[in-house]
């Protein structure tokens, strides 16, 4: 992948896709058209078998484009596509988006700038702006080690430098659940930290049920594999206290609400899916 260099020519996004033709370019072309630049793109189509899909990856492959890469292979799940792209990278920061979400323009700058001022600084991410079936920003609460404890708060979208990725060996394909959360709480065991910046850096499609949903409703499950797999870090919670700005009752609510995650999964989907239907659906229903 050579060619004119650019402002972001030091980062890659690597597109994890499986049958997603529909929205495959459109996530492509944001990460291409960033502000300073386009950065190196690597769409690992990991076994896609939907001849519209096929048609896609071939005709982005078709494009001769030198910032963007194709990379096929047998299908390995989200979490193995993503990490075979990025050991093709050979460049210093990293970032995932899956193939049905969009970078904004901004995204790359905005992210980049809090690591560019500090050398120790493992990785950076936004908020999400949802489009779709919701509309509205998820604005969760800023990096707290403590926090990450028991609540997911970052998301799988987020510009991390090479060595975090080099720390972890990646997204581990066992977790077909929160497998970027598992992520994350391996890079704090490495010594890794992250940093929120104030901005939207992703848009999240939503369009029905997503592996997030089912992911949810498996979420005790999951929740335990993270504790067994991260028992070292769970271990160095008083530690990691005297990092955190909950105080004392915030960490309490932590450990006893957000870790347990008491509602079920289907009220919790109802209360989010109020909160964030769109605007012209809650004025039609309110004239009704």
């Avoid at 790359?108 to 493992?122: C, E, S, V, Y």
């Avoid at 949802?130 to 707290?144: A, Q, S």
């Amino acid at each position: 992948m050579t060619g004119t260099p650019s402002g972001n020519d030091d980062i890659a996004v690597v597109i994890a896709n499986h049958d997603y033709g529909e929205t495959l370019e459109e996530a492509v072309n944001s990460a291409l058209s960033q502000d300073g630049g386009p950065p190196r793109v690597i769409v690992v189509d990991d076994g896609s078998t939907d001849p519209h899909t096929l048609e896609v990856v071939d005709r982005l492959e078709a494009r001769g484009d030198a910032h963007l890469r194709i990379v096929r292979q047998a299908n390995t799940g989200a979490a193995g596509a993503r990490n075979a792209g990025m050991r093709l990278a050979d460049t210093a920061y990293l970032l995932a988006l899956d193939a049905d979400d969009r970078l904004p323009a901004d995204a790359l700058t905005t992210m980049r700038a809090p690591l560019d001022a500090d050398p120790a600084l493992g990785f950076a991410y936004g908020r999400m702006r949802f489009f779709g079936t919701w509309e509205g920003e998820m604005v969760m609460p800023g990096y707290d080690p403590y926090a990450l404890l028991y609540r997911h708060t970052i998301g799988m979208t987020a510009l991390m430098r090479r060595e975090v990725f080099a720390a972890t060996g990646g997204f581990d394909p066992e977790f077909r659940g929160y497998e970027d959360w598992e992520h994350w709480l391996h890079a704090l065991s490495a010594g890794w930290r992250g940093r929120r910046v104030d901005a939207v850096t992703l848009e999240y499609r939503r369009h029905g049920a997503t592996v997030n949903t089912a992911a949810r409703k498996a979420y005790r499950h999951w929740y335990r594999r993270l504790r067994r797999k991260h028992a070292a870090v769970y271990a160095r919670r008083r530690e990691l206290a005297r990092e955190s700005n909950l105080g004392a009752v915030g960490r309490l609510v932590h450990r006893v609400y957000w870790g347990p995650r008491p509602i079920p999964a289907a009220v919790e989907a109802r209360l989010y899916a109020l909160v964030f239907r769109p605007a012209r659906r809650r004025r039609s229903d309110a004239a009704d």
